[in-house]
């Protein structure tokens, strides 16, 4: 005997499984949460001010121990050496 998709315990079940399976339609619920939070999201206007930084920052550790180095590595003639080598 096939349950309904109300007689499922589990949403997710009830959701996809049961309607494939039995060819019925899932209710669907009354309060979307994922649709809410995405209208919400295209509705947000994005702040324009630029947050305060202290005085004292140089540059940061993490772009001193990642990018600066890529940056050095591609600017001098290696990355070319080794885009020629693996032709």
Same mark, same amino acid.
């Given at each position: 005997m096939a349950a309904s998709a109300g007689? @499922?315990?589990d949403p997710l079940i009830a959701?996809? @499984? @049961?309607?494939l399976r039995d060819g019925v339609v899932a209710p669907r619920p009354?309060?979307?949460a994922v649709l809410? +939070?995405?209208?919400?999201?295209?509705q947000h206007t994005p702040s324009t001010h630029t947050p305060a930084v202290p005085a #004292?920052? +140089?540059?940061a550790p993490l772009q001193l121990a990642v990018?600066?180095?890529?940056?050095?590595?591609? #600017?001098n003639?290696?990355?070319?050496?080794?885009?020629d080598a693996a032709r």
């Open positions: 007689q @499922v315990a959701a996809m @499984v @049961v309607p009354q309060h979307d809410a +939070g995405f209208t919400r999201m295209l #004292s920052t +140089g540059v990018v600066e180095p890529l940056r050095n590595w591609q #600017s003639s290696s990355a070319v050496h080794l885009a």
